[in-house]
DNA sequence: CTGAAAGCGCTTACAG
DNA sequence: CTGAAAGCGCTTACAG
């Protein structure tokens, strides 16, 4: 590798000033500038950014936590989108991704220590737990942070407006003639499942619909499986639903996985509404109905806010809302006739 | 932070000792060893792995290098999967993950210089070009690498039997009758495209098929569009094939949905079968009919072959072939009767 | 078994 | 406008 040595040596000039001219400091004479810049890049040299970070104590690089407990973790259908537009974002302006683990080889570690290990300039929590002690600590730490789904008035935030959406959903199922609906929730440490659990009981509340217990059930995760297993709860019920909004979009299909095995359709005899709009979303068959979050957006919007916030300290923690909006396909079905 | 100076002045000990019982040394005294151990814990420290990498030029670090024309990253419903898996198993070994791109900062770079401005100590390049200038670079190099579906002499390769997940899908095609049997390649730059194309002919070939050359229609990419256009092409046809085996799943579905708009139905009216097995596959109607590579084993399988290309320099480069499956779903169909 | 010293490749006061 | 020197936090010969 060739190192600021070896420009210097060859130009003539010290190191100082190479280093000067490279970094396109003003105080260097253009001619010295212009030179030591052909030079360098005659060698092919390129700063050493470990070197770099050491002196400067800043690496450039962006930490990516992935809290969640499916362990499926990049292959999230809807994360996996957040991250990619996060990483374009922030590799706009030279930072680089590097995932943070609670390892640090064998040993096990916090988020944090390994982001101190690893010296990233700062962090996005993503798919976090509101209450994991870990993504706490991490929180009230001095290291810039961006955390989704989540709320804290101690670092930035972002996320959908999950209350608005639940409305858009039962205003769209409301008219559809449904009044039977039941919600299938995942409130197992997932705040953005508590909001929709909330948002639910809101939406109907407008309408006067009563919220029958037994109508609201927990699926615990937002999982295929945890909506699956809720839904068939649903229709051991005397009085089944004429509608189901879930949590999520991977819930929504596996509730129309039981709706089907039972014998029954979707829409036909009961309508389902996600929540997310996932790729998958408009290739099952029904095409579901679902509240579209921009994840792509949220990706962005915290790559923004956390690059602010590292390069302003004294920046004032931000709470982003980003809009949702309801797409209509074939899971949902008007009953007034 | 506290950096190895203040476990020094604490315990009395020189950092040199510190540092040799931090990293478990044998030639430490074991009371020293414990004592340090024990002090460093309490006051919270641990080694600054910039400052570490700096002297011993190694960063416990990965690159991943994701080269695809379709612009989705992360997304990919195939790749994503398969990184997962590299990157779990890379974690195990106390190596971390960094993603590599084209930049640095604002400025353009290619892989391999950003790889050596980031110091990491080998990459995996996914998705590649098997022409792609710069992916042949960085091949060439002495960086420890390991490239998913391209073949190189010059490097760690991995990829799927596609010429046998080709003999399977057209085994299975040719039990259920069918004899016009189309493809819907995706030649463009791509190893495995061209892989599958080759196998193609080669089954059938063993059966004694002519190949009619308007049976054969590039896609180009690896895309839902690529196959919902090559399929319309196909239909326009004289004599519509009764089978279409698609080089992916995502081609697969686009075909799919372009048979379905010509108001035919797969599998009544053409049978289909996919290459991958995404996620996807299963959830869509009909379920797909696909030959499955073990995408999480791709990704392990990387991981091993590069720390161990890291850590045992003269280890001869390796080529494996992974095995896939047929998984038979509900777009295929059997005309015999 | 332990320590003083050099060095990894940069950046940044400080001095001129 | 330019340079000599210190320092970032570690590891590793080298010496004892």
Redesign the pocket.
Known sequence: ????????KKT????????????N?????????KLILEVADKMG????S????????KTFTLGVIFVEDLGIGMKHPFFSVVIEGFKQRAEKFGFDLVFINRFIGEDRKSYIDHAYYRGVDGVIVVCSHYDDPEVKKLIESPLPSVVLDVHSDQTNVIYSNNIYGCELAIDHLYSLGHQKIAHIAATDGSFTGKERLKGFGLALDKYGLTIDDSYIVNGGLFSYESGYNAMNRLLKLDDVPTAVFASSDTMAIGAIKAIKDAGLSAPDDISVVGFDDIELAQHITPGLTTIRQNAELMGRKAADLLINQINDEDEDFSTILLPVELIIRDSTKDITN
Not at 12 to 23: E, M, Q
Request: aromatic share 12%; charged share 20%; net charge positive.
């Open positions: 590798m060739v190192t600021i040595y070896d420009v210097a003539g000039f010290s190191i100082t000033t190479v280093s000067r001219a490279l970094n400091y003003p105080d260097v004479s253009e001619k010295t500038k040299y390129f700063p050493n470990i070197a770099r970070s050491l002196t400067m104590k």
